[in-house]
Nanobody, 126 residues
Framework: QVQLVESGGGLVQPGASLRLSCASS????????MGWFRQAPGKEREFVAA????????HYAYSVKGRFTISRYDAKNTLYLQMNSLKPEDTAVYYC???????????????????WGQGTRVTVSS
């Protein structure tokens, strides 16, 4: 089992930055590819970013590319999402997820992830 706990959400103005963290415990963090998803009110959960086991292979949703950066710090068993130039449409509950994949690829499909955190809320509003 893997336990994931997100933190770092909050209320910010448009244009601001936030860094989300996802602390992992349980099984070896480096065994898992990781991802961030979000769910806005009344909408389905959507892919945000993913990272492979080495940290060198990343992928982003078009809507966040160039503004968000996913990274992992394996020594601290922690996944991060640096979010810059936030927009009102980024408002959502953000979830981290862990999945198993051979090699150093990444996963963009929610159903392929095995473990999920409970989410942290991000609100972007003036």
């Amino acid at each position: 089992q893997v336990q994931l706990v997100e933190s770092g959400g909050g209320l910010v103005q448009p244009g601001a930055s936030l860094r989300l963290s996802c602390a992992s415990s349980g099984r070896t963090f480096t065994n898992y590819v990781m991802g961030w998803f979000r769910q806005a009110p009344g909408k389905e959960r959507e892919f945000v970013a993913a990272i492979g086991r080495s940290g060198n292979n990343t992928h982003y949703a078009y809507s966040v590319k160039g503004r968000f950066t996913i990274s992992r710090y394996d020594a601290k068993n922690t996944l991060y999402l640096q979010m810059n130039s936030l927009k009102p449409e980024d408002t959502a509950v953000y979830y981290c997820a862990a999945g198993v994949l051979s090699g150093d690829g990444y996963i963009v499909t929610a159903r392929r992830y095995d473990y999920w955190g409970q989410g942290t809320r991000v609100t972007v509003s003036s």
